[in-house]
Structure formats: structure tokens, C-alpha cells
């Protein structure tokens, strides 16, 4: 194969590679492009990739070491790979609200390379959400602002034990949980920070794990917050991929948001993550 090809989505985010095969391996000069290309448009798609598990993490290592996941169940015999699943007699999907994975820890992993291994006949997609251009398209006087703030970002009220997973009964995702006793990092982080790849500025604060900003009272920070997850939740700044056995979306935790969908009551859907590690971040 000639080397990869990168087209934007034509959404808000995204772009598809196109004129890669993992099963073949990735010369330097791909993996750069690519590397690029994350920084540039947040989330990469990649179709028709039926690729071992071996195969799955030797292309995440391509790109950073693995950070591995304490609170999903891993894959059998492979405890890199963390295992999404869920089954036609469960009600609740993982991940089925915006959020960006980990960014309650101190290094927030850089991303995430989700490989579809069985989808459901319909449904099932993911949304993703440009953090680049939530912010770009703020007024100057909130970027000010906001260039002095930080988010406060937990663990706790969604891995903890007294999550509401582990406690309402019609919730049923905490049986394919782990670890919750471990779920006590907190963090803070610039609402607004330099992207580690692009250099870019991106709104680094999400629904899923943002609890505060730091110093303020809880109303003070929910007004803010409200309305910073409103304008980023806009359609201009999205994409909705659909998925299929072998598709990879390849994201960047940093520049965006994600959803997964959960309109598949009666199917299977699995997918297979590798969560990459990251770094601390600064405005
Ligand atoms: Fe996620």
C-alpha cells in the first residue's frame, strides 16, 4: 500500500485514513501522518481492519504506551485490550453520555483505539465532538476568562463505590465494572489548554468527569459549566460514525468529546479499547 490518506469526515470532526492495512504494519512515515492528523482533526476512522489482538496493541504502541484501564473488565488472556460490551439482555451501554475518557487522572490518557469486533444490526454508533472549535467559536471575552480557570475533574461518581451504577437497580453496567474502591483520583486541569500535538487550543472540560471549577461553589460552577456543555454540544461541532466488524476510531481524549449511543436493546455489541497514555496538560 502506498501510505495513508487522510479525508476529513465533513463534519465537524474527524477525518477517515484511507490506503492503510494494520494487518501489513505502518511504516514511520504513516505513523506520523497519522500522529498529525489526530492532532489536526480529533478522531480518526479507519474501516475494515480485521486485526489480531496482537495485531490491535503492537498499532496502539505505535503511538504511545498503554495506559491500562482499572475500571474495565479486560479482554480474556489479554489484559491491555479492556473490554466494551454489551449483551441483547442489557439495558445500559458504557459510555453513553458525552465525556472524555480519564481526564480524572493527574496524566490524562492521550486517546483511545476502539475496535469493533461484533456490531448490532442496527444503532450502536458513537458521536464525537470538536473541543477545537467549541472554543474557537467562544467570544474573545470568555476566552479570557476562562484562561484563568480550572476544571476539577473526578473519578468518583462514576467508577466509586457509590456510584449510582453500583447502587440503582435498573442499572445494570456495574456487573462489567471493576475496581470500584479504586476509583479516588481527582484532578485539575486548565479549562482551556495547548494541545500537546497541533498546539491548538482546546475547552478541556467535559459532562462526564468535570465536578467543579476550581474555587468556585457548586452553582457558580454548574451555571458555567451548563452552558460551556451546551455550546460545545452543538451538531456544528459533531460527527456520528457507524460502525461495522473492523472499523477503528482512533480519538484524541484532548481536542475531543464522545457518546455512545445506546439504541440496540435486543443485540449484542463488543468492542475491543486500548486506552493510550498521555501527559499533563497546560494552557
Ligand atoms: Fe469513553
Given at each position: 500500500?502506498?501510505g495513508?490518506s487522510?479525508e476529513?469526515?465533513?463534519g465537524?470532526?474527524?477525518?477517515f485514513?484511507?490506503?492503510v492495512?494494520?494487518?501489513?504494519g505502518?511504516?514511520?512515515?504513516?505513523v506520523?501522518?497519522?500522529?498529525?492528523?489526530?492532532?489536526?482533526?480529533?478522531v480518526?476512522?479507519l474501516?475494515?481492519q480485521?486485526i489480531?489482538?496482537e495485531?490491535h496493541?503492537a498499532?496502539?504502541?505505535?503511538?504511545?504506551?498503554?495506559?491500562i484501564?482499572?475500571?474495565?473488565?479486560?479482554?480474556?488472556d489479554?489484559?491491555?485490550i479492556a473490554?466494551v460490551?454489551?449483551?441483547?439482555?442489557?439495558?445500559?451501554?458504557?459510555?453513553?453520555?458525552?465525556?472524555?475518557?480519564?481526564?480524572y487522572?493527574?496524566?490524562p490518557?492521550?486517546?483511545?483505539?476502539l475496535?469493533?469486533?461484533?456490531?448490532?444490526?442496527?444503532?450502536?454508533d458513537?458521536?464525537?465532538?470538536?473541543?477545537?472549535?467549541?472554543?474557537?467559536t467562544?467570544?474573545?471575552?470568555?476566552?479570557?476568562s476562562?484562561?484563568?480557570?480550572r476544571?476539577?475533574?473526578?473519578?468518583?461518581?462514576?467508577f466509586?463505590v457509590d456510584?449510582?451504577?453500583f447502587?440503582?437497580?435498573?442499572n445494570d453496567?456495574?456487573s462489567?465494572?471493576?475496581?470500584p474502591?479504586?476509583?479516588?483520583?481527582?484532578?485539575i486541569?486548565?479549562m482551556v489548554?495547548r494541545h500537546?500535538?497541533?498546539?491548538?487550543?482546546?475547552?478541556?472540560?467535559?459532562?462526564?468527569?468535570?465536578?467543579?471549577?476550581?474555587g468556585w461553589?457548586?452553582?457558580?460552577?454548574?451555571?458555567?459549566?451548563?452552558?460551556?456543555?451546551?455550546?460545545a454540544?452543538?451538531p456544528?461541532?459533531?460527527y456520528?460514525?457507524?460502525?461495522?466488524?473492523?472499523?477503528?476510531?482512533f480519538?484524541?481524549n484532548r481536542?475531543t468529546?464522545?457518546?455512545?449511543v445506546?439504541?440496540?436493546h435486543?443485540?449484542?455489541?463488543?468492542?475491543?479499547?486500548?486506552?493510550?497514555?498521555?501527559?499533563?496538560?497546560?494552557?
Open positions: 500500500m502506498s495513508p487522510i476529513p469526515s465533513g465537524g470532526v474527524g477525518a485514513v484511507n490506503g492495512d494494520l494487518n501489513e505502518l511504516s514511520a512515515n504513516a506520523s501522518t497519522m500522529r498529525e492528523a489526530l492532532g489536526e482533526y480529533g480518526l476512522f474501516r475494515e480485521t489480531t489482538p495485531k496493541v498499532f496502539a504502541e505505535l503511538f504511545s504506551k498503554i495506559d484501564n482499572r475500571f474495565f473488565t479486560p479482554v480474556a489479554y489484559p491491555m473490554e460490551r454489551k449483551e441483547p439482555d442489557q439495558k445500559k451501554n458504557i459510555g453513553g453520555g458525552w465525556h472524555t475518557d480519564h481526564s487522572d493527574l496524566d490518557a492521550m486517546g483511545s483505539i475496535l469493533a469486533r461484533e456490531t448490532p444490526p442496527k444503532g450502536g458513537t458521536i464525537f465532538a470538536n473541543m477545537y472549535s467549541a472554543y474557537d467562544l467570544s474573545e471575552g470568555l476566552k479570557d476562562l484562561s484563568r480557570l476544571g476539577v475533574h473526578s473519578s468518583r461518581h462514576v466509586g456510584a449510582p451504577r447502587k440503582d437497580k435498573d453496567v456495574g462489567r465494572l471493576r475496581n474502591e479504586d476509583a479516588t483520583q481527582d484532578s486541569h486548565p489548554i500537546p500535538i497541533s498546539g491548538r487550543k482546546a475547552l478541556y472540560v467535559n459532562p462526564g468527569f468535570t465536578i467543579g471549577v476550581d461553589a457548586e452553582k457558580e460552577s454548574k451555571a458555567l459549566l451548563d452552558m460551556l456543555y451546551e455550546h454540544k452543538q456544528e461541532h459533531a456520528r460514525f457507524q460502525w461495522a466488524p473492523g472499523s477503528i476510531a480519538w484524541d481536542a468529546w464522545h457518546y455512545a445506546n439504541d440496540y435486543g443485540a449484542r455489541r463488543l468492542m475491543h479499547r486500548i486506552t493510550l497514555g498521555g501527559e499533563a496538560l497546560a494552557a
